[in-house]
């Protein structure tokens, strides 16, 4: 049986050495990151009062569609039986568990950001 975590060794007897002061040299140059500029102008930017509008129905009215889809599909399931149906209940409910979980700890985490600017702000 072979050891995975050893290193591998190739030994080459013939060709030529590696020498890396025959390589090409680093250009001096770095890319521009046009991407990434324009990626922070665009997050940079406030939204105007029409746009949080719209994104705010847009999801409001995604998640109204998709719990009442969640509902119509357990209550289905449900009449037509049972055990299927209180399977679907309980995993919808720990769903729903999980994302107030989530909730929770960006909340806790956005508390914890407010405390280190009120400390950052004390010390100035």
Same mark, same amino acid.
């Given at each position: ?66 719990? /009442?889809? =969640?509902?119509?599909? %357990?209550?289905? @399931? $449900? +009449? ?6 209180? *399977?679907?209940?309980?995993? /919808?409910? =720990?769903?729903?568990? %999980?994302?107030? @979980? $989530? +909730? ?6 956005? *508390? ?13």
């Amino acid at each position: 049986m072979t050891d995975r975590n050893r290193p591998l060794l190739i030994e080459v007897e013939d060709g030529p050495a590696a020498d890396p002061g025959l390589e090409a040299p680093v250009p001096e140059t770095l890319p521009e990151g046009r991407a990434m500029q324009t990626a922070a102008r665009l997050t940079t930017r406030r939204m105007s009062g029409l746009s949080r509008l719209a994104l705010w129905v847009f999801s409001s009215l995604f998640g109204f569609v998709l719990s /009442v889809a =969640a509902w119509d599909f %357990v209550t289905n @399931l $449900l +009449a037509r039986d049972s055990f299927l149906g209180w *399977a679907a209940m309980v995993l /919808v409910g =720990a769903a729903i568990l %999980v994302l107030v @979980l $989530l +909730a929770l700890r960006e909340l806790a985490a956005f *508390a914890r950001i407010a405390r280190i600017d009120r400390l950052r702000q004390r010390a100035a």
